[in-house]
């Protein structure tokens, strides 16, 4: 199955509720990274720009390497992650692994969703999950794009995340983050759609 198709997939399966809030220059990006991201990956940032699935699963800002921010994005959980390798049990895959980790995603059960980046195909690219109820890394031989699928298929031999919100559910609703603040502003709740009754109580 080629990246268009498993994006199709996807797709389908979480169609785009607005334009990608992601404007990247990839080649700038690339060369702050020192290397090249997988297509899939890129093309879901054009289609959807990053922001969380179901207020459960948070696709990260794409950052530059080195990038200091508030938030908990791209830059900061790639060095959370790289902190977390180096004592957090593993897999007997991962057993003798020495990944160049970039983090991608995370959740609201505090799981680390990653690369390993040390192929110089970008194509080749696993993916690697710490699961922190397990307290274990684990590698899904797959790409971003496909992992999600697999994920909302719920097509591997167990849930690799924390929780159960994803778990073969076959649809999802996606909202990137200029999305989910400007309904949030508008007073409306973004995942219900119906009013939120305390727009406007905490604001100046």
């Not at 692994?97 to 696993?126: F, H, N, V, Y």
């Amino acid at each position: 199955m080629t990246g268009e198709d498993e994006l199709g997939e996807l797709r389908q399966a979480m169609p785009p509720t607005a334009s990608s809030n992601a404007s990247v220059d990839w080649d700038q990006f690339g060369r702050s990274w020192g290397k090249e991201f997988p297509s899939d990956y890129c093309r879901f940032l054009d289609v959807y720009g990053y922001g969380s699935i179901e207020r459960y699963l948070a696709v990260l800002k794409p950052e530059p390497e080195g990038t200091v921010t508030e938030n908990s994005d791209m830059a900061n959980e790639t060095e959370v992650a790289r902190e977390a390798w180096s004592w957090v049990r593993k897999a007997p895959e991962l057993a003798e692994a020495r990944p160049e980790l970039i983090a991608w995603g995370g959740d609201a059960s505090a799981d680390l969703l990653c690369w390993d980046a040390s192929d110089e195909d970008p194509g080749r690219w696993p993916v690697l999950v710490y699961n922190r109820d397990d307290g274990l890394w684990r590698r899904y031989d797959c790409g971003m794009v496909q992992f999600l699928v697999r994920v909302l298929r719920g097509d591997f031999d167990e849930c690799p995340l924390g929780d159960l919100s994803l778990w073969g559910r076959e649809s999802a609703v996606f909202l990137n983050r200029d999305e989910e603040e400007r309904m949030w502003e508008a007073g409306l709740d973004p995942w219900t759609g119906e009013p939120d009754p305390y727009a406007g109580m905490f604001g100046p």
